[in-house]
């Protein structure tokens, strides 16, 4: 059955950054997928002498390891809200608070734009895949990372798979959160005029208190009310789901992180 898209926002409707704890949710999703982030942008030859845009950059784990690790040289970091941002800032981080869905957001032209767990959250997502690839100079690479949901009518029931099933259908009604179309990331980076295009999947285990399991419990905490009111779930279900999570009765499969890439035909302007 599908829901009809909701048409609030991402940090409006849900996730809204003065909720107290909301940054360490952020920074447990980091902690979990930091590393396999910055391993593939290394491999794709970010370092020294480029210049970056981060969007939607959170807490900016990320936008800081590139200036701290990749020795790249700048990096923007662009948010709707830079409070966790302006808070941890550092010599070659600027910030713009911006809406990247604003038909004039335009903040310049970078050898790497990258984009994690932003779009899914966004309608319209062929047509900002489309900007921020015009963002990327010749030679530059985009690359955009969300979430695939990897659950289907065959996994067993269980409190996580109930809760899971619920965060997605309540999301997408509240707020709009669509990640069916993010396995077509490949087609769609093509289509945007990139060449060529990749994507991998990365699935951390979902071990008792690791990072990601708080992640996941903190986000249905914070999306409780729309979980409950697809009736899918009570409140007493999603307490049980949380407990579920945090024991060694665990036995799920964390939602992936795909990432994908395409590289702007032509050379980089020296
Ligand atoms: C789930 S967090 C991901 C943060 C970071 N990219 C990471 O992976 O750790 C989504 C971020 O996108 C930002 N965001 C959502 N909608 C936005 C919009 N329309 N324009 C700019 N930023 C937006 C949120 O404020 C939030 O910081």
Known sequence: MSTARGEGRYGEAAFRPEQAGEGERIDFGALAYDDITMARLR?????????????????????????????????????????????????GLDLLEADITAPDFSPGRFRLVHARF?????????????????????????????????TSDRTPDSPYTA?????????RATIGTDVSWVPSYPSLLRGAGLLPVAAEIHVPPLLPGSPLSRFWADTWERSRAAMVATGLVDDGAVDTAVRYLASDECAALSAGMLTAWGRQPGDTPR
């Open 43 to 91: 491999a794709l030859g970010v370092g020294p002498g480029w210049r970056c845009l981060d969007v939607g950059a959170g807490t900016g784990t990320v936008s800081r390891r590139l200036l701290e690790e990749a020795g790249v040289e700048s990096v923007l970091a662009v948010d709707r809200d830079v409070r966790f941002l302006g808070a941890r800032s550092r010599p």
């Open 118 to 150: 932003v779009l899914m959250h966004l309608p319209e997502h062929e047509r900002l895949i489309r900007r921020l690839a015009e963002l990327v100079v010749p030679g530059g690479v985009l690359v955009l990372s969300d979430a695939v949901d990897l």
């Open 163 to 171: 809760a899971m099933r619920a965060m997605w259908q309540g999301l």
